[in-house]
């Protein structure tokens, strides 16, 4: 318990007082924001914030993990190593992104084409290499089976062990991307992807808690509420780590905002989310933890395909927070209540991972 306080104490302080200098940094070198233009309005005045914030939020993280080690005498698990190698991984991605931006003096940064082959090769890196890495037990970070609130009976390695991996890595990367878009997309207020970040990750330092507390590994005869998780501790780690960056970033990021997170933010959150689900075995509850940014996902989703069809609007302009924005919802509002609802879904989420070990 120790080890994660360390992590999630030492990450908020490295972002807190680390934002301002990197903020001065970016300053310096005019580093700033670039809007579209077929965005609301108020965003205009936004041009110019610095941004790749997101490099302090890895930065912390790295450093709270690095700090929580060192309390704990050893080596970070090959969960651990995982899990950061997703979100550094997407993190460069986004980083390159951001900087194209800045450098071309445009809203548009990689092409379609480059930023998939990015994240196409960490994502595929990254599932093939979390199937690896067997422990004492014979635990692997990563599972071939879908997972809800721990394994299920559905193995994509049905048709064998090729197979499997093949399913796998096609099926994790769908989660690397479906994650990493839906912060991206909700990135779109001061504070508003940041705050919500927060909560998800929190879940998870409570999954990981839980799943250390009741892990197999742990009993000598494991009973039928155990869970199959091979680093649960680290999971949790991991988390803390990031809740403490969100934290302190959060502190700069709120608005008015003196810094954005960027697309380095975005993609290396939407990653450690992708990871932390897969490799704790709750790809689907995630969802739920994470509602809020697939209630964002979904409105985009919804006035894409409801324009193509009739060429009709759902919303007065996708994602769903810039909908309130036009429907007159002042800025802080809309970000604060989203929290609240963030918040009410990740209680929803413990709650049925909770009561799923109760009732079992």
């Known amino acids: 318990m120790i080890a994660i306080l360390v992590a999630s104490g030492v990450s908020l302080l490295v972002a807190l007082f680390g934002t301002p200098l990197f903020i001065r940094f970016l300053v310096r070198r005019n580093y700033g924001q670039f809007v579209r233009q077929d965005g609301p309005t108020a965003h205009f005045t936004k041009r110019g914030t610095p941004t790749m914030g997101g490099v302090v939020i890895i930065g912390a993280t790295l450093i709270g993990v690095a700090a929580s080690m060192a309390v704990a005498e050893r080596l970070p698990s090959a969960t651990a190593w995982l899990a950061l190698y997703l979100m550094v991984g997407l993190g460069v991605v986004g980083f390159a992104d951001d900087f194209t931006k800045i450098r071309k003096q445009r809203s548009l940064g990689l092409t379609p ?36 609130l721990r394994d299920t009976n559905l193995d994509l390695a049905f048709a064998g062990t090729t197979v499997g991996l093949i399913l796998f890595v096609i099926w994790a990367n769908f989660l690397i991307t479906a ?35 009741q892990s197999c590994q742990r009993f000598a005869v494991a009973g039928p509420r155990c869970y199959e998780v091979r680093d649960p501790q680290d999971i949790a780690i991991v988390a803390a780590a990031i809740v403490g960056a969100c934290f302190g970033f959060l502190w700069w990021n709120a608005s008015p905002a003196k810094i954005f997170m960027g697309d380095t933010g975005a993609l290396a959150l939407g990653g450690a989310l992708a990871a932390l689900s897969i490799l704790s075995r709750t790809q689907i509850l995630a969802a739920i933890i994470g509602g809020m940014f697939v209630i964002i996902v979904m409105s985009d989703v919804i006035q894409i395909g409801f324009f193509k069809m009739t060429r009709r609007r759902v919303f007065k302009m996708a994602p769903l927070h810039h909908h309130f924005e036009l429907s007159g919802w002042g800025e802080v509002t809309i970000v604060i209540r989203f929290w609240l609802i963030a918040g009410l879904f990740a209680a929803l989420g413990m709650g049925i991972f909770y009561a799923e070990w109760v009732v079992s």
């Open 179 to 213: 994650w990493s878009n839906a912060v991206n997309l909700t990135d779109g207020l001061d504070g508003l992807a940041t705050g919500v970040s927060l909560v998800v990750f929190l879940g998870y330092v409570l999954v990981g808690i839980w799943q250390l507390n």
């Open 113 to 148: 084409r480059a930023k998939i082959i990015g994240q196409g090769f960490v994502g595929i890196t990254f599932a093939a290499l979390a199937l690896q890495f067997p422990n004492a037990n014979w635990r692997t970070p990563a599972s071939t089976r879908i997972s809800f």
